[in-house]
């Protein structure tokens, strides 16, 4: 059963979407109405660390968070994803204590208190669709919704998400979790 279409929510790539931007990803759908969708990819780290991305944040000096590609949208553009035990007033709750944001102050705050389940992750880019493209492939079988968990996206091994999410919707799917990325090395 598919969940609608709406912010908090996981899109899965189906084992037979082929576009190289989404092949087994999974997306945080953070925004969805009728201009459109706006997401990121929670699975696909890359090599870079977000120290490395935001040198002009003395806070992050030395520190090795990961650098996620949370899309091919905006490539240049760092997004901000928090899991914090109090909103602030200025942010965009997307879900469960997770609110989408670019305040560098809240990383200071994480980074300095560490207060238990506070985390952040920063995206480099994001997943958009324009009005009604997100519905279309909806409608072909591309993706799959499930309620969005604050631990996959804070916590999980992110290069087990998309297997351990695909082995989890049942028996039909469960062979395409070790699939390579690439089918022709199949």
Not at 58 to 66: A, I, K, N
Request: proline share 9%.
């Amino acid at each position: 059963m598919q969940l609608p279409l709406g912010k908090g929510i996981f899109l899965i790539a189906a084992p037979t979407l082929r576009d190289p931007n989404f092949r087994q990803t999974v997306v945080l759908l953070c925004e969805h109405g009728a201009d459109g969708a706006l997401g990121v990819v929670v699975n696909r780290p890359t090599a870079m660390s977000v120290s490395e991305a935001l040198p002009h944040v003395p806070v992050l000096e030395g520190q090795r968070h990961v650098l996620f590609s949370g899309g091919p949208v905006q490539p240049n553009q760092v997004m901000l994803l928090y899991r914090l035990n109090q909103m602030p007033d200025n942010s965009h709750h997307v879900f469960d204590g997770v609110c989408l944001g670019g305040d560098v102050e809240l990383v200071d705050r994480i980074l300095t208190t560490n207060q238990g389940r506070e985390a952040f992750r920063a995206y480099v880019g994001y997943s958009g669709w324009g009005p009604g493209q997100l519905e279309s492939e909806m409608k072909t079988g591309s993706w799959i919704t499930i309620p969005a968990d604050p631990n996959i996206v804070f916590e999980k091994d992110p290069l087990r998400i998309w297997p351990d999410i695909v082995s989890a919707l049942g028996e039909e799917y469960r062979h395409y979790a070790d699939m390579p990325i690439d089918p022709c090395l199949n």
